[in-house]
């Protein structure tokens, strides 16, 4: 869908979702939200994050509308005791992105919010395998580019095509995520190192002890390679698990009790994935499956988030009529 038409019907949601009795039938008691990048200019990023401004709005918003910004802890724990006192919502960050830091703590800090970030072993091991990281290179340095293993060639010398070249290789990988092996060739061929792009957007093993002891910080396991859980078979999907948190653990001296699913929608994570999570230890497990939280009755190991690229698409996810449109 055209990325202003779908701004638009965001913009109208959200402000029918602002009728009183709108926003009391659908009002949630907890919602947790999901952030990967936040720049300070997304456009030369090709639009792969978001920017400092949509996130602090998104801060104020919370704020001026009486959600108060607590830890994952605080926010289950009220949800357990039945607490309807306020309304809570929990941000978190996947990967570990150096701008998470250079960006987004300033602004955390400012609203004195809370925030946990979900961190994978190759990220600061610099081991992973980021292919978004290296599609976002190679269209960024190039004009033309050949896929070869989706058998497409892109002819992209402006930023709205290099945008849509990107999604379109992107959204071929989501379709299945073992695709992503499959661009190595091109990677090499094109003479791109994805440890030298985990270097540059990621916290490295120092810059995460240090943000593990800031009073805001909460730190989570996202799997040791980032990989789609339910693409791998059981005993390397446990270690995957078991192997990440045991990691950081070490690293950071610090119980490591909570996951994030990589990638996170249906294809990537299911039953068998919330079972090996409790079996391997951790105490919950979020996805990206769009939701918010209405009771204490929740699956701990399948939490949804709220994403959004936009403040209408923001507005409209955290006011519920989403949800509501959406409902059989």
């Known amino acids: 869908m055209n990325q202003i038409l779908k701004d638009c019907l965001y913009y109208g949601a959200s402000r029918v979702g602002e ?26 990023e090709l639009m792969t994050g978001t920017s400092a401004s949509l996130f602090e709005y998104s801060l104020d918003w919370l704020q001026r509308e009486g959600w108060s910004i607590v830890s994952l802890d ?12 306020r309304r809570y919502a929990v941000l978190t960050f996947d990967d570990g992105y150096r701008d998470n830091v250079s960006v987004a703590l300033p602004i955390l800090e400012r609203h004195n919010a809370p925030f946990m970030m979900y961190v994978p072993t190759g990220a600061p091991t610099r081991t992973m395998h980021s292919w978004w990281l290296g599609l976002r290179k190679l269209f960024l340095s190039r004009d033309k580019v050949t896929i070869d293993a989706l058998g497409r060639h892109f002819h992209c010398s402006d930023i709205r095509s290099k945008t849509s ?25 094109n003479g791109i190192s994805l440890a030298a792009l985990n270097d540059e957007y990621f916290l490295d093993e120092r810059e995460l002890g240090i943000l593990a002891r800031h009073p805001l910080a909460s730190i989570g396991g996202h799997t040791t390679s980032h990989a789609a859980l339910a693409t791998l078979d059981e005993p390397s999907a446990r270690a995957e698990l078991a192997d990440n948190r045991g990691y950081l653990e070490n690293l950071l001296q610090l119980p490591i009790r909570h996951l994030a699913y990589p990638y996170g929608g249906p294809t990537a994570c299911g039953p068998r994935e919330e079972h090996l999570v409790n079996e391997v230890g951790f105490q919950t497990a979020v996805t990206t499956r769009q939701g918010r939280l209405y009771d204490h009755e929740v699956n701990q190991f399948a939490l949804p988030r709220i994403g959004f690229s936009s403040r209408s698409g923001f507005t409209a996810r955290m006011s519920g009529i989403i949800e509501a449109v959406q409902a059989p």
């Not at 009728?19 to 997304?42: K, M």
């Not at 070249?165 to 090499?188: G, I």
């Open 165 to 189: 070249a990107l999604t379109e290789v992107s959204q071929w990988v989501h379709q299945d995520y073992r695709r992503s092996a499959m661009l190595a060739p091109t990677f090499k061929e």
């Open 74 to 85: 605080e926010c289950l724990e009220k949800l357990a005791r039945n607490d309807q006192s």
């Open 19 to 44: 009728l009183p009795f709108l926003r009391a039938r659908f009002a949630a008691r907890a919602a947790i939200i999901l952030f990967h990048e936040i720049q300070r200019d997304c456009q030369p």
